[in-house]
C-alpha cells in the first residue's frame, strides 16, 4: 500500500473516533490488532481498544481531536493530534466530572499490515491532562 493509502486509512480512522462510531472501527483493524496505551500495556482487538479508549473519550462528550501532522514511511503511520473537551461525563482517571476544559496533544503510531491497522501506540502526558483538571500539582 502507497504512504498516502496509509495516511487516508489513519485519518478516516481518527474521524471514526471522533464521531464515536467505534463499532466501526472493526472496518479499519486487522484481525491480529493490538493497542498499546504504554510501551507494555497491550489491549488486544478492536474490542480492546474501544473498552479502553472509550472511557476516556466518554470523560470529555463532544471531544474534539482534529489532526494537526500525519506522517508515512512504509507500514508505519505516525500522526499527531490536539485533543480538545470539557470533562462533563463520566469520570476520568478516577476523577469526577470538573466541568473543566482540556487541552493536550497526543501522539500515536500505528502500523499497517494488509491495508487495515494492526498496531496503535500512544503517547500521552497524563499528568498534564489530570493537573487542567485539578488534580495534580
Known sequence: MSNDTNKELVRRFYETIE?????DLHDFCHPDFVFYAQVDTPFPGVEGLIESEKK???????FKMP????????DLIAAYFTFEGTHTGIPFAGVPATGKSVRFSLMMLLRIKNGKIIEKRSHVDMHDILRQ????N
Not at 464521531?19 to 463499532?23: D, G, L, N
Not at 483538571?133 to 495534580?136: E, I, N, P
Open 19 to 23: 464521531q464515536e462510531r467505534y463499532e
Open 56 to 62: 476516556n473519550f466518554d470523560a470529555f462528550p463532544g
Open 67 to 74: 489532526l494537526e501532522a500525519i506522517v508515512a514511511e512504509g
Open 133 to 136: 483538571l485539578g488534580a495534580a
